[in-house]
């Protein structure tokens, strides 16, 4: 069985552009998650998907990021503009449905580290 | 608000010496515990899990216990290996809330051999 798959797997920007990754969720997969996760600290859940729907995305900053998961498969994350303090790895997890008391594992793709400049 | 505190790293081990990393948690309820592991250059994976108190998550040699009256899930392995050497996060999922997984700082682990 395929892995979550994200693409690119490194991106280097100066701040003020734009930049958008792409997330493959595991095949049947309802639920994508979209993680932040700054060196030395853990990941921090920016938004979750329940098939094309938004489930949380409370600690999304609003002003600047943007996430889409069109026909409830594919994701993209975009943040424009970037500022330095974006300069992360962006991991992207599916699981099969809600993480209904630990029920569902999340499973995580290999992330996106972004360098902003 | 929930939250998870693992101990600082990083550690640094001979090989089949006695690990222990530390985790406490802050919750409201009943909070699924996790611990995630994070080796060089690939995505985070479930280590082991425990849903309630008592219960005791094992995989690869690596135990930890879900302890309700000291808010502890301690990760544990008897004799580490040198391809042990990762990082690995505790982390926590409140039920009924909008279970999102909390994650700890994380900590960073090398074996020697």
């Known amino acids: 069985e395929a892995g979550v798959a994200q693409s690119p797997r490194y991106k280097i920007i100066e701040k003020r552009q734009s930049v958008a990754f792409w997330c493959n969720p595991i095949s049947g997969h309802a639920t994508l998650y979209w993680y932040q996760q700054i060196l030395g600290q853990g990941p921090k859940l920016l938004i979750q998907f329940q098939n094309n729907g938004v489930v949380d995305d409370s600690q999304l900053p609003k002003d600047r990021f943007s996430a889409e998961r069109l026909k409830g498969v594919d994701s993209t994350l975009k943040i424009q503009p970037a500022k330095l303090e974006d300069s992360a790895v962006y991991l992207c997890a599916s699981s099969p449905n809600h993480a209904v008391a630990g029920r569902y594992e999340q499973y995580f793709g290999p992330g996106t580290r972004l360098t902003v400049t | 608000g929930n939250s998870v505190t693992q101990m600082e790293g990083p550690v640094t081990l001979s090989e089949e010496a006695f690990l222990t990393i530390n985790c406490t948690y802050t919750?409201?309820?009943?909070?699924?515990l996790f611990w995630y592991v994070q080796y060089p250059g690939e995505g985070l994976q479930l280590l082991l899990k425990a849903t309630k108190a008592d219960d005791k998550g094992s995989n690869k040699g690596f135990e930890a216990t879900y302890r309700k009256e000291t808010t502890s899930f301690h990760l544990e392995k008897g004799s580490v290996q040198v391809s042990d050497s990762a990082v690995y996060f505790c982390?926590?999922?409140?039920?009924?809330?909008?279970?999102?997984?909390?994650f700890g700082k994380g900590t960073k682990l090398t074996v020697n051999p």
């Open positions: 982390a926590l999922l409140n039920q009924g809330g909008s279970e999102k997984l909390v």
């Open positions: 919750a409201t309820g009943y909070p699924s």
